[in-house]
């Protein structure tokens, strides 16, 4: 039998990667299931916050997620694992205030580069924070606290869930405001901090509203302040920093959504989209409101926006308050 001529095996050669180049075109993303790294320990607020976003993601997108949990380092472990990443949606992960913005700026020596390695991809919600104060303390207000700890120095202990965390630096920023006498003392995490608020071990703590509502609930801390810009319905008699006199210490915890750089242009765009649309849900609002959280849509355009702005506000309240990795 004749052998066809060469020609015709070239062609069909031509033909057959046309038709797989095309079939990859028109392939539909996500075609499996898609990774999100979250850098922080399970259980937490951020961690729930995925939680919720996820299981309404998956059904719009068809495909499941699997949650892989990074901690360590406030973050910077779980953000280098995203970093470097394969860059084509399958692989994406969760930046917080505390993680890709005050963590990665008194980090001495970062595995990535925070500006060149990241995708902003969507925000997802906000939270504010509570100033908490061990129930053993003889004070009911943030005037009394500032008074007290000028009164007994080197009385007062605030806890963090480590050097360069968001609330470090937010305690940093509120003693600098108020002429607050502290000692810092780094945690692993704030659940060891709170419980040893709880035992008496510190005098104060600024933690994220979701973790220490419940304690303040229970009696076992005293709220003195909310972070954020309007008090909570949960402590309506729980003022906001600025109505306790201390306006330039507002800080709101924040949690996005990055991937690594190379992304293509429409999955970032899909999945900003697909996020904003489960955002917009009324059950996704309802489970994000008991985590005591907001949902915040933005476009990738606006995500990266605010990057860019908390990077610059926080990168200054370090600077002037010489806070440390140390």
Request: net charge positive; aromatic share 6%; glycine share 8%.
């Amino acid at each position: 039998m004749r052998k066809p001529p060469l020609f015709w095996h070239v062609a069909l050669s031509a033909i057959l990667c046309i038709a797989t180049a095309v079939q990859a075109a028109g392939a539909e993303y996500p075609e499996k299931p898609i990774r999100w790294i979250v850098p922080s320990a399970a259980g937490g607020v951020s961690d729930a916050t995925v939680r919720v976003v996820t299981a309404e993601l998956a059904k719009r997108l068809g495909q499941a997620f699997v949650i892989d949990n990074r901690p360590g380092a406030t973050g910077i472990i779980g953000l280098d694992a995203i970093a470097k990443s394969k860059p084509d949606g399958y692989t994406i992960g969760s930046a917080a205030l505390s993680s890709i913005v005050t963590g990665s700026l008194v980090a001495k020596n970062l595995p990535y580069n925070t500006s060149r390695d990241f995708l902003p991809i969507a925000m997802l919600s906000t939270q504010p924070n509570l100033l908490g104060v061990a129930s053993s303390l003889p004070v009911k207000s943030v005037k009394e606290l500032v008074a007290y700890s000028q009164s007994h120095p080197n009385a007062i202990f605030y806890g963090s869930n480590g050097n360069g965390s968001s609330l470090h630096v937010a305690t940093e920023l509120f003693r600098a405001s108020t002429g607050l006498r502290a000692t810092h003392v780094p945690y692993k995490s704030t659940p060891a901090a709170e419980m040893d608020l709880i035992a008496g071990q510190l005098q104060m703590l600024i933690d994220n509203f979701g973790t220490m509502a419940p304690n303040v609930q229970s009696g076992r801390v005293r709220a003195l302040a909310i972070t954020g810009p309007k008090r909570s319905p949960l402590f309506p008699d729980v003022p906001t920093m600025a109505e306790a006199g201390v306006p330039g210490a507002e800080m709101v915890a924040w949690t996005g959504v990055v991937g690594p750089s190379g992304i293509p242009a429409n999955i970032i765009k899909k999945l900003n989209s697909e996020i904003n649309a489960v955002l917009a849900d009324p059950k996704v609002v309802k489970q994000l409101a008991d985590l005591a959280s907001d949902p915040v849509p933005m476009s990738v355009g606006q995500f990266d926006q605010f990057l860019k702005m908390e990077t610059a506000r926080w990168s200054a309240v370090i600077r002037n308050n010489n806070i440390t990795a140390d």
